[in-house]
């Protein structure tokens, strides 16, 4: 049996130890908004955060997981509507097919908590291993400073 608190909340699973969160996460614990995209970790669709680094969740196993702490875009807001990075991509309309834009979202997040005022180049850099294929990266960028910028007035209060 492995613990490990996900989105908050402690959980415990009992599966073979090579088996991957992601499968975890959409096949025994029903949160579905963490994509599979490639199954080899390059495009991103389905990123978390595994103890506060954006990691993803194909190449995790649960062999790494006890008492990790695993935060997915179900747990993003805390229970507190919606995050400033997800009230960004709404306000610069992000999304077209949407598949890839939990990932990008946890990877935007990510980046803002390592740095809260990222210049353009910042954003191409840490955003470079998410893939989208509707082309939306100018838009995710906007969104991107934004959400700084929505972080940033909030701080300042």
């Known amino acids: ?12 699973v009992d599966l073979p130890a090579d088996t991957p969160l992601l499968w975890i996460l959409r096949d025994e614990l029903r949160m579905t908004g963490t994509k599979y995209g490639c199954g080899v970790a390059q495009c991103g669709a389905c990123t978390v ?4 680094q954006a990691f993803r969740s194909c190449q995790l196993p649960l ?3 006890q008492d990790a702490d695993v935060l997915t875009i179900e747990g993003l807001s805390g229970g507190r509507g919606i995050s400033p ?4 991509w709404i306000d610069h309309q992000v999304a077209q097919c ?6 990008q979202i946890m990877q935007a997040t990510w980046l803002l908590q390592q740095n809260p005022d990222p210049s353009d180049e910042d ?3 840490a955003m470079s291993g998410n893939l989208c294929r509707c082309g939306t990266y100018p838009r995710i960028r906007d969104a991107i400073r934004s959400a ?6 909030a701080r300042d209060g």
């Open 1 to 12: 049996m492995t613990s490990f608190t996900l989105n908050g909340a402690p959980v415990e």
């Open 49 to 52: 955060l595994f103890n506060g």
């Open 63 to 65: 062999s790494v997981l």
């Open 85 to 88: 990075v997800q009230q960004a």
């Open 98 to 103: 949407g598949y890839c834009q939990s990932g």
């Open 123 to 125: 954003i191409d850099r």
């Open 148 to 153: 700084a910028q929505y972080m940033r007035d």
